[in-house]
């Protein structure tokens, strides 16, 4: 009846029953809140059943927020072990807890935090920018958001019932084939990242044929904002490399489960096969993560230099190229792995191709500043942030593409500091600029700019301070994943550098959360009063009010110029004519949420084996998509008098606060 | 609201000052543990072209980089809004010679690394036996959870979590798996190679002074995975002659089913072994082949 | 379906049903390319993995050719009678298309038969997806068309609901001219399962 599952898996140490009963507070809080502020029925109208792109995207920023803790958590977690276990002392977590924390912190962070930023910023600004009043497909949209959301919550699930995967976030076999790996950990990996995987990949296809059907008249592809472009080629990323990865993890799983030979050792399988086919579509995962906050990078920059972005066609072929690129650079991830040198090289060269369009986009950006008027703003703060810590992890990646000197850096602390230079100095950091950038645009207010000063400080130093000792710790033969060493390797020192890194980095994070709340608390004292455009911007998303109304433009503006609201503003378009007409927008609907939940129940079910509530969850969501799909199209209509009236109505309120 | 203006000057200082300080961390590091820094300061003639290698890119890559810090603290402080004396050029967007220099120099670039890695690939093959005048020996390397057993076929004897090797010998390792992925790594004489279960790898190493230096597995093959470290001792060819002559009077003997004991998941002291089976090798990378 | 409010042109519905119609075609093409990858790192799992018969029978002394190319012609009629069914709705004509549309069903659910027995008889005689990564990427990149197959109808099975309840609308051509798309494909990858896998195989 309940497959594998026994009340033993609600049984943990001490350390991962705090985080639990944390969790389970939490939620408990939350729930009390909203009844007592009777939000259930706002949360479910405006929501849980919204296809609003701008609600959506918010929803995937508050998911990103929540899966941060945890990632950040198990980080602190990991750092703090690596300090304490040397020698006779084995720190504070077993060698099984400590191997599920750092593969938790792996997935939790790629796959929430890093994908959820790109599909939350794609979803708030991709339609702003092309002057559209939607996406193409608002309830795939939606969909792809709760197939996010539920891969979200079985992984918190997996951190209170039973156990989590040991086998890193790419869980190679053989470790977790069956033979190593019996337990429901891998199998909780599998259905967290597979039920994840499939939104990205219907998300993705989403924005493709936004992009590329919906810009508004006159808006031809090479006077489309950088940003736009950036998320163009990570979406035909999404949808050439997402179906690799979820056919790879349906063979896992049918190895794991009815005893298929893909990747065991026995019985012919072929494990290296697996490391290909994961790294076939995990090298351009990490340019679907990266590219759109180039992106945001190519609308800061200019906006706060006063300038237009320094040769846009040359940035708009240096994406193409490392789109393409990106295909054919897989096996630097594996060099190691006894390949020809024919092979490694052609490999390596390829790698070290792709630096070169990277280098010409920082180029273009600091000569974007030059003979610009420069202000340093939150946004522009995380730039800086991220010119000084990107560009030395770029440069240790050619170093790593040199397949001799990665044979003696591979799976070392090197490798780990290069990638978080990236990832944090690139992912993360651009996340923070949007996020400080576009806020003012989705709440009417600004952030407070003090807090997010010292929050800046503490994630530059604490960065340095946690990351660039990882180098030399990986010369002196520091590998990755270690739960503890012997003193003799003089680490431990490095490693408490470290982790005073970690603890500043903490801090900028809680400054970061603080100053959320704050600017909220604050927010009649910091109001936008400049009818949605505080920064003085150059895109469209600035010209229509903060909060944008529901149907984005009340006019579909016509360009003629990259930068049109530069244009108009400094006289060299019309501004927009004030015609109204009847604007028919999606209607709610639970469906997405529904589907998603019964995800939930099914990534459950099977990786506990419970059979039964499989094929029930599975039959639920093929019986709820089939509903959906042969409804009737039906649409609401916000006639032009509404639209006329709702405009004047925002401008009176922006102009009443203050 | 009205924006505060960020100090600029302090700003772009406390940047510099915190690079600088993360900049002697290296000489620093590098005093402090010198010859424990074995890609740094390698024993052995792989590891040795191997940092060279590491050394040129990095040169090479610093010629790029450091324009481009020097250009953000230069731009970040002359272009700031409140500088009087910063030219404002707001249609300056494009610039054919600039884009040239900058596609065009990181291009040379890329070919000059490009050759060099297509050149020092081949030289460095871990499959290529390195050439010397001492006569090449063989160990037979297998990863088991969570230790490492060594086969020296011709000397007829075994050790776990031991090596011991002659200097200035070139080692021929051959190397397999009864455990997950495994990747066998001495720092200080050179790079690493997968050890993995069903096949064979080959990895070639020489040490070219005595010495003791640490070897361990850089890829997690389970819960006793960060045990998987062994110390590998160079000594002198007479030396090593007399520990496989002592080593080969042990009544430890190594074959199948002692073998079998061992693969079971355990972490376990050092130990010698006089080998029993001369095929024991082949054997354990047979075993999930089918016949 | 939207209804025209009184005392409003029909314009911007015409427009969002036009607009709607093109998107929906371009993003199920696109969706479609999506499942060619799948189906290509099946294929490519299948190139790797075909000799890997771990001491048991290998493809060419499993595979029966009289069987596939039953199979082949039966999927490939039922292409022609999908495509058919498109052609009457172009005239309007329901009837048609409700009986061009059955024998799609017929034809496909024939297909799908032919398979399941294929399959159950391996696995009978022990020769089952776990006896050897060759069977077991066999049976998946084979079972995995299979699969979208019996997908494919029941969306027919919804298909002919519609079109007897509805008829011919906006709606239900949109749907048609999409599972036509879906339809051919699976003949498409069928083609590449026949060749790559049947035909080589019994070599």
Known sequence: MFGRLTLNAFLHDFVQTQAVVGMVVGAIALVIGLTYFKLWKTLWNDWITTVDHKRIGIMYIVVVVIMFLKGFTDAMMIRLQQMLSVGDSQGFLDAAHFQEVFSAHGTTMIFFVGMGSVFGLMNLIIPLQIGARDVAFPFINALGFWLFASGALLSLISLAVGRFSGAGWLAYPPLSSLQYSPGEGVDYWIWIVQIAGIGSTIGGINFLVTILKMRCPGMTLMRMPIFVWSCLCAVILIVLAFPILTATLAMLSLDRTIGTHFFTVDGGGNYMMYINLIWAWGHPEVYILILPMFGVFSEIVPTFSEKRLFGYASMVWALLFITFISFVVWLHHFFTMGASPYVNAFFGIATMVIAIPTGVKIFNWLFTKFRGRVHFTSPMLWFFAFLLNFTVAGMTGMLLSVPPVDFQVHNSLFLIAHFHGMVIGGVLFGFFAAFTYWFPKFTGFYLDERLNWYAFWCWLSGFLLAFMPLYMLGFMGATRRLDHYEAETGWQFLFIVVFIGAIILFCGAIIQFAGLFWSIYNRKKNWDHTNGDPWNGRTLEWSIPSPPPIYNFATIPTVNSRDPLWEIKHGGSPPAKKEYEDIYLPINTSMGCFIGLFSLFFGFAMTWQMWWLAIISFVAIIVTLIIRLSSADKHKLITAEVVKKMESDQIRSQKSYG | MKIPKKPVLPMLIAAGILIFIILLMQPFTILKFGDKIGVLFPKGMIGYEQRNLLFIVQALMLLVIIPVYVLTFMFSWIYRADNPRGIYDPDLVDNVPAEIIWWGLPFVMVVIVSVLTWIKTHELDPYKSIESKNKEMTVQVVALQWKWLFIYPTEKIASLNYLQLPVNTPVRFELSADSPMNSFWIPSLGGQIYAMPGMTTILNLIANEPGNYRGSSAHISGEGFARMYFNTKVTSKEDFDTWVATTQGTTNKLEIKAFNNLALPSVMDPQIFTLEDPELFDRIVNKYMHH | ?203
């Open chain 3, 1 to 203: 379906m939207d209804k025209v409010e009184k005392g409003h042109s029909n314009t911007q519905l015409d427009l969002l049903h036009e607009e709607t119609f093109t998107r929906t075609v371009f993003g199920f093409w696109l969706y479609l390319m999506t499942d060619c990858l799948l189906f290509g790192t099946l294929f490519c799992t299948y190139g790797v993995l075909y000799n890997q018969t771990a001491g048991g029978p290998s493809s060419n002394e499993l595979f029966s050719l009289k069987l596939v190319f039953t199979e082949t012609m039966i999927l490939l009629l039922s292409s022609f009678s999908c495509g058919m069914a498109l052609l009457a709705m172009l005239k309007f004509q329901k009837a048609k298309i409700i009986g061009w549309l059955m024998t799609t069903f017929v034809l496909g659910a024939a297909f799908l038969f032919l398979e399941i027995t294929e399959f159950k008889d391996l696995i009978h005689d022990g020769h089952g997806p776990d006896r050897s990564a060759f069977l077991s990427s066999y049976f998946t990149l084979v079972g995995t068309h299979g699969l979208h197959v019996f997908f494919g109808l029941l969306w027919l099975t919804v298909m002919i609901w519609q079109v007897i309840t509805f008829g011919v609308n906006i709606e239900t051509f949109r749907r048609l001219v999409l599972f036509n798309m879906f339809w051919h494909l699976l003949d498409l990858v069928w083609i590449f399962i026949f060749t790559f896998v049947y035909l080589i195989g019994v070599n």
